[in-house]
């Protein structure tokens, strides 16, 4: 089987044993046999071959016979032009070993494809639209929102190097009681700056951000808002404090990289009358119906575990009413899917969420939710007490100012959303190789000095031949910079983003090793083009992978 080595070598691999056991099946008049997908993967032990099948064994179970047996036939039958050894090894797995001739094509491509590189059409221009962060604009985001705002942004930037066209939104919660707890909080704290005598309920806001907020109120309207009556007071604080709130949580987004294509607002919904709407058309379908003076979404005909209220006994709408509406508007805007980035607290949401979905009339999986578990920060070992600049938690801002954008960015993406994080502190700190995004972008300084040393020598990479580069670092190197639109493509698939930063660990590994083994500028002028043009490929992968993440590449540390 012949093939394109760039960005395909998954897909051909896993088309050679298909023909395979397509051919096995129709010898044994089984072709009507069901079978799953065929897979690969990259083994963790090198002694096992670049790719690994479960193929025997997955198909053992259906046929009733013996997984090596087959595992046996199928390596005996296996075609592919690119493989050096084929092993069946234990119950019947197939370890794949690939020869080295593809490696001389796969750098040429890297170089030609440059900050390309990697990218794919996977995704078909499929409009996607990732809703992350949403939180209730009534505090400063925290260090769990951080969290998610980063894996929001970095899966929507994988999708987007997947050929997907990804529309990033923030839904802002600005309608309900808690935008009016908050202008009661600031307008409470303004009049206090006046010295008259307040309470607070004991659901007021009182971290100290709004005692700032009503300085700024106190700033832009003087004494005069005293004079107003209460409810005309009331309103302009609580206005004002919710703009406050928003361009505080837009900065601090900001300062960590991360900007929307669109704020969409919880009131247009109700001053555009969508959630009426939307639950008149839901009780029209029979979805929606009359109970002890509420109106109740039928979730239970869609496998939700019960009822849910839509709109209560006074008339208000409930939250899930608003999010009813918010999806139908997704859905009309034209997407092709959703995604959601929700916290730990929201995982009993999304069967009710789906079976809104169907509701009106869209499918299940028209609707994608990723559960952001909770962030831990530890200080030498233990956990960081709450701060005492909120009152109330540590702020997203306060972690940014202390280890960095990159870190934290780094440190954010590094493991699966569905694991609790423990986020040292100290160690994303560190000016040395046991802080992971350092290893990282430390390897991106090294090339780049290796550049600055070859001189007049870098101007003829291009020259380099890739059939010199034969130690077990350089091919080790060579083969794992191929695999990155492999990486890329299953992190698409997955949604996540852990992939992409464990692959950026490994890559600046393998660069590491082949540094520390492999001289490239030498007596040797073919040999230093050669070694130059690897140097210059992981320098355009690393580059890359780091941009995907939001991380830096510096030239020099």
Known sequence: MHYNPVGQLEENLIAALEKARREMLQERGQEEIDLPPVEVEVPREKSHGDYASNLAMVMAGRLGENPRR?????????????????????????NLTLNNNWLAEALDKILEAGQDYGRTNQGRGQKVQLEFVSTN????????????????????SIMERAGYEVYREYYINDAGNQIDLLGESTYLRYQELFGREITLSKNSYRGDYIIDIARELKQEHGSKLLEKPEEE??????????????????????????TFDNWFSERELHENNKIQEVSAELKEKGYVYEKEGALWFKSTAFGDDKDRVVIKSDGSPTYLAADIAYHQNKMERGFQHLINVWGADHHGYIERMKAVMEALGYERDNLEIIIVQIVTLLREGKKVPMSKRSG???????VLEEVGRDAARYFYSMRSTDSHFDFDLELAKKQSTE????????????????????????????KGDASLLKTEE?????????????????????????LVAAYAHELAGAFHVFYNKCRVITEDRELS??????????????????EVIGVSAPEQM
């Open 70 to 94: 087959l595992a046996e036939y199928l390596a005996e039958s296996l075609d592919f032009e690119l493989l050096e050894k084929v092993e069946v090894a234990g119950p019947g797995f197939i």
């Open 137 to 156: 604009p009534t505090g400063p985001l925290h260090v769990g929102h951080s969290r998610g705002a980063v894996v929001g942004d970095v899966v929507a």
């Open 233 to 258: 007071a009331f309103i302009i604080a609580r206005e004002f404090a919710l703009e406050q709130m928003l361009e505080l949580i837009r900065q601090d987004l900001k300062k960590f990289g991360i």
């Open 392 to 398: 109330e938690f540590v702020t997203m801002r306060e």
């Open 435 to 462: 802080n992971p995004v350092y290893y990282i972008q430390y390897a991106h300084a090294r090339i780049m000095s290796i550049k600055d040393n070859a001189g007049k020598l870098s101007e003829e990479i291009e």
């Open 474 to 498: 350089e091919i080790e190197l060579l083969k794992l910079l191929a695999r990155y639109p492999e990486e890329l493509k299953v992190a698409a698939e997955r949604r996540a983003c852990h």
């Open 529 to 546: 083009l050669a070694r130059l043009k690897l140097v210059e490929a992981a320098r355009i992968v690393l580059r890359n992978v780091l």
